[in-house]
Nanobody, 115 residues
Framework: QVQLAESGGGLVQAGGSLRLSCAAS????????VGWYRQAPGKQRELVAT???????IYADSVKGRFNISREYAKNTVYLQMNSLKPEDTAVYYC?????????WGKGTLVTVSS
């Protein structure tokens, strides 16, 4: 069982930046993918950004050019650098880790962007 611990959420003004971290209790070296999803009030959970095991990064159109996902193998940690934040980025952000045959979620971290 892999545990995921997200951190870095908070309140920020529009135009500001935040960096989210997701620390995994297991290795992120042999993953299928690792990434971030978000869920705003009254909306479905949606993909924000993910990195495949082969190193390909995929972003939602709404965050391209503003967000950057990266990983640090030595710390089994994935980061989401969020710049030029907008009020519509307000949501609970969840870390997701996938191995072949298994899927893990963190408990989420709240990001609130004020206008």
């Amino acid at each position: 069982q892999v545990q995921l611990a997200e951190s870095g959420g908070g309140l920020v003004q529009a135009g500001g930046s935040l960096r989210l971290s997701c620390a995994a209790s297991g290795s992120i070296f042999t993953i299928r993918s690792v990434g971030w999803y978000r869920q705003a009030p009254g909306k479905q959970r949606e993909l924000v950004a993910t990195i495949t095991g082969g190193g390909t990064s995929i972003y939602a159109d709404s965050v391209k050019g503003r967000f950057n996902i990266s990983r640090e193998y030595a710390k089994n940690t994935v980061y989401l650098q969020m710049n030029s934040l907008k009020p519509e980025d307000t949501a609970v952000y969840y870390c997701n880790l996938q191995y072949v045959g298994s899927d893990y979620w963190g408990k989420g971290t709240l990001v609130t962007v004020s206008s």
